[in-house]
Nanobody, 119 residues
Framework: QVQLVESGGGLVQAGGSLRLSCVAS????????MGWYRQAPGKQRELVAL???????NYADSVKGRFTISRDGNKNSVYLQMNSLKPEDTAVYYC?????????????WGQGILVTVSS
């Protein structure tokens, strides 16, 4: 069973930086895509950034130019470097991993990690 474990969240002042990490276990295959989503209080979960096995990336408009997603395919890990953080970035951030050669329908989620940006 695939498990995703996030780390790196916490409290930071506006303008600061954080780096989130997500390490996957439970599969020998690389994921077709890995990404980060977030959910703020009272709001729906939204895509923050996505990276494919081929290293194509996609970002939410609200984080373009501030956040950078990267992955280590050999370790099935994904990272999110968050710079110039704003209070509106406050949310629970979730790691997501989709599709492998062995299980194309796989859609796995981490437990979530809180990021709080103070003004």
């Amino acid at each position: 069973q695939v498990q995703l474990v996030e780390s790196g969240g916490g409290l930071v002042q506006a303008g600061g930086s954080l780096r989130l990490s997500c390490v996957a276990s439970g599969t020998i295959f690389s994921f077709n895509a890995m990404g980060w989503y977030r959910q703020a209080p009272g709001k729906q979960r939204e895509l923050v950034a996505l990276i494919t096995k081929g290293s194509s990336t996609n970002y939410a408009d609200s984080v373009k130019g501030r956040f950078t997603i990267s992955r280590d395919g050999n370790k099935n890990s994904v990272y999110l470097q968050m710079n110039s953080l704003k209070p509106e970035d406050t949310a629970v951030y979730y790691c997501n991993a989709r599709g492998t050669l062995g299980d194309p329908a796989l859609d796995a989620w981490g437990q979530g990690i809180l990021v709080t940006v103070s003004s």
